[in-house]
């Protein structure tokens, strides 16, 4: 099992700046990606960033140039730097772990944070 805890959401302007944590716990050798979601009212969740345990990365064409996805394993830690931000980038974040045990991959997902982005 992993555990996810997001934290740093919140309002900004627009042209601001956010960066989003996700501390991760549990069976974290088994995790082989990181990613952040989003889902904005009335539509359906997005795949935004994501990292994979070998520090690959992959993003949006949304938000290409203005997000950067890093991770910090001493920490346990994902991040999700938010830049230039528009109002559509509003939506609930949610950190997502794939976690591999042998055949099986198990999806897991925190409770989300807010982002609302003011124009």
């Known amino acids: 099992q992993v555990q996810l805890v997001e934290s740093g959401g919140g309002l900004v302007q627009a042209g601001g700046s956010l960066r989003l944590s996700c501390v991760f716990s549990?069976?974290?050798?088994?995790?082989?990606?990181l990613e952040w979601h989003r889902q904005a009212p009335g539509k359906l969740r997005e795949l935004v960033a994501g990292?994979?345990?070998?520090?690959?990365?992959n993003y949006a064409d949304s938000v290409k140039g203005r997000f950067t996805i890093s991770r910090d394993n001493a920490k346990n830690t994902v991040y999700l730097q938010l830049n230039s931000l528009k109002p559509e980038d509003t939506a609930v974040y949610y950190c997502?772990?794939?976690?591999?045990?042998?055949?099986?991959?198990?999806?897991?997902w925190g409770q989300g944070t807010q982002v609302t982005v003011s124009s």
């Open positions: 997502h772990a794939k976690e591999k045990e042998g055949l099986f991959e198990y999806n897991h």
């Open positions: 990292i994979t345990r070998g520090g690959n990365t």
């Open positions: 549990g069976s974290i050798n088994s995790i082989s990606a």
